[in-house]
């Protein structure tokens, strides 16, 4: 924290205190925490550490490696889960989509995931078929994740995202959150 922050905290602090009727000073000599040195105790995170992912994002590191093997933006990915099956590996939908990633069972067993509620295999095949899409559309992330969620025929069909109202939220939810 910069000398002029600290400045500007005491004063603020001053300020409370005398609203409160007890001095900043007081408090701290009551062994209160101040909010100078609450402020001063909060890190922020590096740019590194951002580089890397979300670390506390559940599976971040798994992740961030099937994102990685695949050419995928992390990001995008994490989104795709997230919007999936909110990080529950045993998410099971009324379609019969499984895991992680939500992979179909037809899907699944031809990407070779024999367990999809196995998160590394969850995270490898949904990787891997969003690679797929990504390929088929000319990497058009909003119309890999379309077909991700409606098919590629769909797709295909109306020439970019469906005017399913489930896709275009869908849709919307993930890039929505890899600008984030």
């Known amino acids: 924290m ?3 922050a600290a400045t500007r905290v ?24 101040t909010f100078a040195g609450t402020l001063a105790a909060v890190k922020t995170p590096t740019a ?3 580089a890397a992912g979300d670390g506390s994002t559940p599976f971040g590191a798994e992740i961030d490696a099937a994102a990685a093997r695949y050419g995928i933006d992390p990001a995008l990915l994490r989104g795709l889960v997230r919007q999936e099956s909110g990080f529950d590996p045993r998410a099971h939908s009324a379609a019969g989509a499984m895991g ?4 179909m069972p037809g899907t699944a067993s031809s ?9 590394a295999q969850s995270l490898d095949g949904g990787a891997r078929y969003l690679r797929q899409m990504l390929d088929r559309f000319g990497g058009d992330p909003a119309k890999a994740l379309a077909a991700y969620n409606a098919g590629p025929g769909a797709v295909a069909r109306f020439g970019g995202v469906p005017p399913y109202a489930e896709t275009q939220h869908y849709v919307q939810n993930i890039l929505g959150g890899t600008t984030a």
Do not use: F, K
């Open 100 to 103: 992680l990633t939500q992979l």
């Open 2 to 4: 910069t000398i002029a």
């Open 10 to 33: 005491e004063q603020i602090q001053t300020m409370i205190g005398a609203l409160r009727g007890a001095p900043p000073a007081a408090a701290a000599a009551a062994g209160a925490p």
């Open 48 to 50: 590194s550490a951002n």
């Open 111 to 119: 990407l070779g995931v024999t367990d999809p509620y196995d998160p």
